[in-house]
């Protein structure tokens, strides 16, 4: 087990703290509650009680050194993971609260040290939370921070709602193509659940889907889930829009499916990793002369045609292939259309091209 230094300082510093002071004030609680009720006897002569009191509050310390050190921990590792914009913003603030806060503290001196103490201290941590407030609502202007998503790259890759319930980045991930730091921001999760809540059957059954995909990947790797959505507050542009300033505070990809969020983003300089895009780039290139082999399971649009797919899921249309309908057949392709969607093929049916026999032909893919 690997050796905390820091964390068994917290526990001891707790657990000592915390059974002095129940042996400061348990002894006083004993001595009142002996003369109160046992008079002629002294809690000096039984030192159980006090000691029970000791060992209890030495227990309590170590619960209470233990969450110290957690939240040390963490206000410490968030502080190192924080963009140095984000730093210098928090030092500002601190500086502005302790600047404007000087000259209140000659009242507060009048209301008692204690008094003036806390009115101090809350007025110090006041004063910097709305600074902090102000300063980040115009950090697209400061030169610190400005534009630094667009500058920085990031390991972050955050998924949005639609690719989730796809599934496929699960299966991207596996093979090693998607590196990085799997981020979920916690609209999105939130997202996910309002649609597996939902009452229309097929909605539900999507949103189950991608929190299965999300415990999928939680099982294979660490999901960082909603720990930077602070950088994208809540606003009028929905969850695409915060999707796209999130990814450009944290300088990070989205990864994504939907044709318009690919659109957005890419006007804001946002890097967008879609996996329709790979799925279209892996397909086999298919020239113009090239023969297939297919089945036509379908009529086309026009008299005469027939329709086919590859194994990949591309669809064939097959000029005169109507005639050989629910049949292999031997097919060259004619023409090749590229669109948003993917390639649609066109192609045409020798007059030797059916196969009907029936005789297996290695299908192309």
């Known amino acids: 087990m690997r050796r905390n230094p820091?964390?068994?300082?917290?526990?001891?510093?707790?657990?000592?703290?915390?059974?002095?002071?129940?042996?400061?004030?348990?002894?006083?609680?004993?001595?009142?509650?002996?003369?109160?009720?046992?008079?002629?006897?002294?809690?000096?002569?039984?030192?159980?009680?006090?000691?029970?009191?000791?060992?209890?509050?030495?227990?309590?310390?170590?619960?209470?050194?233990?969450?110290?050190?957690?939240?040390?921990?963490?206000?410490?590792?968030?502080?190192?993971?924080?963009?140095?914009?984000?730093?210098?913003?928090?030092?500002l603030s601190i500086l502005f609260g302790v600047i404007l806060t000087v000259p209140f503290m000659v009242l507060f001196t009048a209301l008692g040290a204690f008094t003036a103490t806390f009115a101090t201290l809350g007025m110090m941590l006041l004063v910097s939370s709305i600074a902090l407030y102000v300063i980040r609502q115009v950090e697209d202007i400061l030169p610190w921070s400005k534009n630094r998503g667009k500058g920085r790259r990031s390991a972050y890759k955050i998924l949005d709602t639609n690719v989730i319930i796809d599934g496929r980045v699960y299966d991207i991930f596996l093979t090693?193509?998607?590196?990085?730091?799997?981020?979920?921001?916690?609209?999105?999760?939130?997202?996910?659940?309002?649609?597996?809540?939902n009452s229309d059957g097929l909605k539900r059954q999507r949103g189950r889907r991608g929190l299965e995909v999300l415990r999928q990947l939680q099982a294979k790797v660490t999901l960082d889930v909603g720990t930077h959505d602070r950088l994208a507050a809540e606003g009028s542009d929905g969850v695409d829009g915060r999707l796209v300033r999130l990814a450009r505070a944290l300088g990070a990809d989205l990864v994504t499916n939907d044709h318009n969020l690919n659109r957005v983003a890419g006007l804001q300089d946002v890097n967008v990793l879609n996996i329709n895009d790979l799925a279209l780039a892996v397909r086999p290139l298919v020239l113009p002369g090239e023969p297939l082999e297919l089945s036509i399971t379908r009529e086309g649009s026009h008299t005469g045609q027939g329709v086919g797919y590859l194994d990949d899921g591309t669809m064939v249309v097959v000029e005169h292939g109507a005639r050989a309908l629910g049949k292999d057949v031997s097919v060259v392709v004619s023409q090749v259309h590229q669109t948003e969607r993917g390639k649609m093929i066109f192609a045409e049916l020798p007059d030797d091209g059916i196969d009907d026999e029936g005789t297996q032909r290695r299908r192309a893919r």
Request: with cysteine; hydrophobic share 50%.
């Open 6 to 91: 820091a964390r068994f300082i917290f526990l001891v510093l707790g657990a000592v703290g915390i059974a002095y002071i129940a042996y400061q004030n348990g002894a006083k609680l004993l001595a009142f509650f002996y003369q109160r009720f046992q008079e002629g006897s002294s809690y000096a002569n039984n030192p159980t009680p006090l000691a029970a009191l000791c060992v209890l509050g030495a227990v309590l310390g170590l619960a209470v050194g233990n969450t110290l050190h957690q939240g040390f921990e963490r206000t410490f590792g968030a502080w190192e993971r924080a963009h140095s914009g984000d730093k210098v913003n928090i030092f």
């Open 176 to 197: 090693g193509f998607l590196e990085g730091q799997l981020y979920v921001p916690k609209f999105v999760l939130n997202e996910l659940q309002y649609i597996a809540d």
